[in-house]
């Protein structure tokens, strides 16, 4: 057990180390999530972390809001090849639409981007009704802003996914770029 700054006392993950807090109620997604903090203790800018969290936690819906065009382009796109015909089909017809189609994770991964900026990033993965297998990332750069949207890979940029510079500053890539 480790004691953080805003967060309290997290357990350490036997599988991967990993530093796990009790769930904290999150304003911007409107429930309770857990943070898993990857390679905190061996970090040598921890308050990087700190931050970053601090961050998050006073955002509003307005953060989700304003990602609400970038996700709706990925459902468009993930749509793209399906006839509304189709079983898998899910129609959704406005961006504000889009989050009765959405469920949140219930942990909040905080990692320092190991490229770039070298950064900390706060990720959640999400099922989306249109995209069962690939779900959705929403990624937020030092907790502040929304600075990817996409199918979930792990990356904390889509310049990361792709290995661009030029998309740093892209929040969506269409899938068939």
Same mark, same amino acid.
């Given at each position: 057990?480790?004691?953080?700054?805003?967060?309290?006392?997290?357990?350490?993950?036997?599988?991967?180390?990993?530093?796990?807090?009790?769930?904290?109620?999150?304003?911007?997604?409107?429930?309770?999530?857990?943070?898993?903090?990857?390679?905190?203790?061996?970090?040598?800018?921890? =308050?990087?972390? %700190?931050?970053?969290?601090?961050? &998050?936690?006073?955002?509003?819906?307005?953060?989700?809001?304003? @990602?609400? +065009?970038?996700?709706?382009?990925?459902?468009?796109?993930?749509?793209?090849?399906?006839?509304?015909?189709?079983?898998?089909?899910?129609?959704?017809?406005?961006?504000?639409?889009?989050?009765?189609?959405?469920?949140?994770?219930?942990?909040?991964?905080?990692?320092?981007?190991?490229?770039?900026?070298?950064?900390?990033?706060?990720?959640?993965?999400?099922?989306?009704?249109? =995209?069962?297998? %690939?779900?959705?990332?929403?990624? &937020?750069?030092?907790?502040?802003?929304?600075?990817?949207?996409? @199918?979930? +890979?792990?990356?904390?940029?889509?310049?990361?996914?792709?290995?661009?510079?030029?998309?740093?500053?892209?929040?969506?890539?269409?899938?068939?770029?």
């Amino acid at each position: 057990m480790i004691t953080i700054p805003i967060l309290g006392l997290l357990e350490i993950d036997p599988y991967d180390g990993w530093l796990k807090s009790q769930p904290i109620e999150i304003n911007a997604l409107s429930g309770k999530f857990e943070f898993i903090l990857e390679e905190y203790e061996t970090d040598p800018q921890v =308050e990087d972390f %700190h931050t970053a969290v601090q961050h &998050f936690l006073a955002l509003d819906h307005t953060a989700l809001e304003q @990602a609400q +065009d970038a996700i709706y382009q990925y459902y468009q796109d993930c749509c793209a090849y399906i006839t509304p015909a189709s079983e898998e089909y899910i129609d959704i017809p406005s961006p504000n639409q889009v989050w009765r189609h959405i469920e949140f994770g219930d942990e909040l991964m905080v990692s320092r981007r190991a490229h770039g900026d070298n950064a900390v990033y706060i990720s959640i993965t999400c099922h989306c009704d249109w =995209e069962p297998e %690939h779900g959705l990332q929403i990624v &937020f750069k030092q907790g502040l802003t929304i600075n990817k949207i996409g @199918a979930f +890979d792990g990356h904390l940029s889509h310049a990361d996914s792709y290995d661009d510079p030029r998309l740093e500053e892209m929040v969506y890539v269409p899938c068939c770029r």
